[in-house]
């Protein structure tokens, strides 16, 4: 069994890989910005991520998208549908959450192939 933790502190890793299985969470550095800038801010880390560890959007499994206003929807999903993948849609799952940072209008939860 093969745990490599990416960036780890004491509280968190910036992202874990387990069997070339990519686990990763992206938040908005954006904070200003509406849901759809966000969103494509936060699509953008994960690009960033992936490519970094040898991976691409075409290999992501399953997301779960936290959102904190319902009604933002449609602007998330404009982001979503503008980055995905064509053809290699993976799981997808959208929550209406509270998010920990005020600020956050969206966080995204991967998992992706390596």
């Avoid at 960036?7 to 759809?36: C, F, G, K, Q, W």
């Avoid at 980055?83 to 998992?111: D, F, H």
Wanted: aromatic letters at 6%; hydrophobic letters at 45%.
């Amino acid at each position: 069994m093969s745990i490599t933790r990416i960036d780890p502190e004491h509280r968190m890793s910036e992202a874990v890989i387990h069997n070339d299985t990519i686990y990763y969470t992206s938040v908005p550095e954006n904070l200003d910005a509406d849901t759809e800038a966000q969103t494509a801010n936060a699509l953008a880390v994960i690009d960033a991520i992936l490519t970094r560890l040898g991976s691409d959007k075409s290999k992501i499994l399953d997301a779960t998208l936290f959102l904190v206003d319902k009604a933002d929807l449609p602007a998330m999903n404009r982001a979503w549908d503008a980055w995905v993948s064509p053809g290699n849609a993976p799981v997808r799952c959208t929550v209406q959450a509270a998010l920990m940072n005020p600020k956050y209008r969206v966080e995204i939860k991967i998992i992706a192939a390596r």
